[in-house]
């Protein structure tokens, strides 16, 4: 087992495909290959899952990336105190639901700790795809919610993919709407009295079921509806439209002006925010960091 190797496997994680890593790592992929399958004989493991769709950690490979990245960190570390070599560049990502404060840890993190060179990624996708992104280390991190509703299917999927969901805070469910709205001066709003707004929702894809919502009370039927792919189109939409969505009620004014207020919503649901991650696969310095702005972005 060499370092070479455990770059090889991190970089083919990192990038989800023996094709790409190759690319970055100006070597054929055959000779990328082969390194990989001589690294799993020499220690009687698979540390990829080969289909025709491509490679994805199986679960003691996830375990083994967790170890061969402290080792490289450490190793690069040993090169930069006494060789005088420029650190590698860092790499991290993280795939979540359409969540203010996971932009603002996300900035959090690049401020504290990030070096001269970095490729990052912050992916605001589907529900799905956020399991699937972490359940093949495309993303290190995973944000999303569950609550009583959704619970039963998430926690299937999560326990199929070999991932765990880690909790950071419950919410009372708020609607998000402009402060031009009617609704904005009143301390609470019911279902009832949101009849005659536009209902804002993401898209979700083909996986567009109601488990997947990122929204509670999904099977609601509504007079007005409009989905959306991105964050900003949805706020833009609040404003001109006076529409509404349903989400924790934690916002950032610093990312989204104040045009956009939460008030709460009249249900006795509850939301559950949290991270999912490998069970077998210890953080990464980036990982852990990011955790922990995430923590403090959520305080209440």
Known sequence: MTLQQLKYVIEAAN???????????FISQPSLSNAIRELEEELQITIFERTNKGISLSKEGAEFLSYARQIIEQAELLESRYLNAKPSPQHFSVST???????????????EHGQDEYELALRETKTYEIIEDVKSLRSEIGILYVNEFNGKVIDKLLKSANLQFNSLFTAKPHIFISIKNPLATQSIVT???????PYLYFEQGENNSFYFSEEILSTLSHKKSIRVHDRATLFNLLIGLNGYTISTGVLSADLNGNEIIPVPLDCEETIRVGWISHKNASLSKLGAAYVEALKQATAQ
């Not at 359409?98 to 900035?107: C, L, P, T």
């Not at 279902?191 to 707004?197: M, V």
């Open 97 to 111: 639901q359409h969540y203010a404060f996971a932009v603002n840890a996300f900035v959090s993190l690049v401020r």
């Open 191 to 197: 279902i009832d009295q949101l009849q005659h707004y």
């Open 15 to 25: 990038r989800g495909s023996i094709n790409e890593a190759a690319k970055r790592l």
